[in-house]
């Protein structure tokens, strides 16, 4: 019976911090400004929960955080559908949620997070948060991360030479972050994504181009 009342408690307090957490990713009020621009909603909880951990110089703490619980989703399917299962009720979610986190020392920032997320029906924007916040903890960290996407595996030699081509492209004192990735469907070519700047080399794309071309001149 008592360990019962204790878990309304603890939840009915994860909902009340919820809110109070959500009001502050609306607002934007009060805030510490990022290292990087962030948008949309994503962007809204990432820069609040960045705000408060940066308050609280727990920063690096709530990426892993953060990080774990993704990685715990993405390795467990039935708690990703029933956390994302728009018919269930948001406080068997979030009850759920409050006791996984407290048995793991989760701090109490992110256990905020996830009570706004289950509030305002926005668990199915997890990944795009976290994915936020970890592009603005590579900025804290002077890291400018760059995707390099090619239809297949670059050779190490081909590799070294466009990663030197972009290290002209940061700055004194920041730190190049590559992630390498491959897509069939580009064809040829690469796709590079820096920072916040985007550049499509791909032969698919020059294929469509030469063909809007044609159409245009016929």
Not at 153 to 163: G, S
Not at 182 to 199: A, H, T, Y
Request: hydrophobic residues 40%; positive net charge.
């Amino acid at each position: 019976m008592a360990a019962a009342i204790g878990g309304r408690r603890l939840l009915a307090s994860a909902q009340v911090a919820g809110r109070v957490f959500y009001s502050a990713a609306a607002t934007q009020e009060g805030l510490v400004k990022p290292p990087i621009p962030v948008f949309g909603i994503e962007g809204r909880y990432a820069h609040a929960l960045y705000s408060a951990a940066f308050k609280k110089n727990k920063l690096d703490q709530i990426e892993k955080e953060l990080n774990d619980f993704q990685k715990l989703l993405t390795a467990e399917q039935k708690l990703q559908d029933f956390l994302l299962n728009p018919t269930l009720r948001k406080d068997n979610k979030q009850a759920l949620i409050t006791d996984i986190m407290k048995k793991q020392n989760y701090s109490s920032m992110t256990v905020n997070l996830f009570a706004a997320l289950t509030e305002n029906n926005r668990l199915n924007r997890i990944d795009s948060i976290v994915k936020t916040f970890n592009r603005i903890m590579s900025g804290q960290r002077g890291e400018v991360v760059c995707t390099i996407t090619s239809a297949k595996v670059l050779t190490d030699k081909r590799a070294k030479a466009v990663e030197n081509m972009l290290s002209n492209f940061v700055k004194k004192g920041e730190v190049l972050k590559i992630d390498r990735k491959v897509d069939p469907s580009l064809l040829g070519g690469l796709v590079i994504e820096i920072g916040d700047k985007f550049v499509d080399m791909s032969t698919a794309t020059q294929i469509k181009r030469t063909i809007g071309s044609l159409r245009e001149s016929l």
